[in-house]
């Protein structure tokens, strides 16, 4: 029986990662002597007022730590934030590293690490270029992450369309991995239903997500004066770049009903599960998503994905 793994039910609350000045702010408030936990429950500011939850959800790290993995030496969050995911890791591995590339986010880390008696290295710096110290690693976490790595202001993300630096990106923490190393991965899919209605996975604007390639950037060059880089892609896009940069074993999970706040994560091929979660809305909506789960492509619509795979 395909498994279908029961991540814990947190509400949705529609929010982003936090604007930067709240991020100072918070590590502001920490550095004068407040806990963090405190800092996070008494702050008023408006994103994080909203999004409490968002730094203490174990949730966001159960599909990851449902993996299988040679050992349970070394294990890395990439893009790790406020650490919400790297803080379980640190419960179940030897070693847990923590890479940021946000001096902010990674002086929050280590408070909270601090304080929480973890033994998390928090690593300030790039995932395109890894420090060589970084090896063996059984276990690698891109959760929210992928999509954004081509609009960094670094050189290296600069180099190339999207999808190349992901590339680049990809092949770097393949080379971090050992051997039979896991790669597990959160992201948006391109072909979620309510994207070819107006919504968007960014901050894009509407429609731009499923656009051609040429058209989306030419769009939001003509629109926004900058070129269109938050590149997502369907399960088939996805499969495809990750055996370019030389992963194997691919597996996809529907992400339900986000993995953002993940309360399951089952394949997608499992219409009955997927179906209480998509099947809302207009009833135009509820019958052209019967038409899709009728040929059996209802997994292909869902918001995202939960994607598993390995160094060979």
Not at 38 to 56: D, G, H, Q, V
Not at 77 to 97: K, N, P, Q, T, W
Not at 216 to 232: E, F, L, M, N, S
């Amino acid at each position: 029986m395909a498994r279908v793994l029961p991540l814990g039910v947190v509400p949705d609350t529609g929010q982003g990662t936090l604007p930067t000045d709240e991020v100072t702010a918070l590590v502001q408030e920490i550095d004068r002597g407040v806990p963090w936990q405190r800092a996070i429950s008494t702050l008023t500011l408006p994103t994080l007022s909203c999004k409490r939850e968002w730094f203490s959800d174990p949730a966001k790290a159960a599909f990851y730590l449902s993996l299988e993995v040679p050992t349970r030496q070394v294990a890395m969050d990439v893009g790790a934030g406020s650490g919400v995911i790297a803080c379980e890791l640190g419960r179940r591995f030897e070693r847990a590293l923590a890479v940021e590339q946000d001096q902010r986010w990674c002086q929050f880390m280590k408070h909270r690490f601090r304080q929480d008696g973890l033994n998390v290295e928090v690593i300030h710096g790039d995932a395109l270029r890894l420090p060589p110290s970084v090896t063996n690693v059984d276990l690698a976490v891109v959760n929210g992450v992928l999509e954004w790595v081509a609009t960094g202001a670094s050189p290296d993300a600069q180099a190339g369309s999207p999808r190349q630096v992901q590339l680049t990106f990809l092949r770097s923490i393949r080379s971090a991995l050992r051997p039979g190393g896991r790669i597990g991965i959160g992201i948006e899919n391109r072909l979620h239903f309510e994207y070819f209605r107006g919504a968007i996975p960014h901050d894009e604007m509407p429609y731009v997500a499923v656009m051609p390639r040429w058209l989306a950037d030419a769009v939001t060059r003509w629109r926004r004066g900058k070129p269109y880089r938050t590149w997502i892609y369907s399960a088939r896009g996805y499969k495809r770049l990750l055996q370019e940069a030389g992963f194997t074993a691919i597996e996809f999970f529907a992400a339900l009903p986000t993995y953002h706040h993940p309360e399951v994560a089952v394949p997608l091929d499992r219409d009955d599960v997927i179906r209480p979660y998509v099947n809302q809305g207009s009833r135009v909506k509820r019958l052209v998503l019967q038409s899709i789960a009728a040929v059996g492509l209802l997994g292909q619509t869902v918001h995202s994905f939960y994607i598993a795979a390995e160094r060979p």
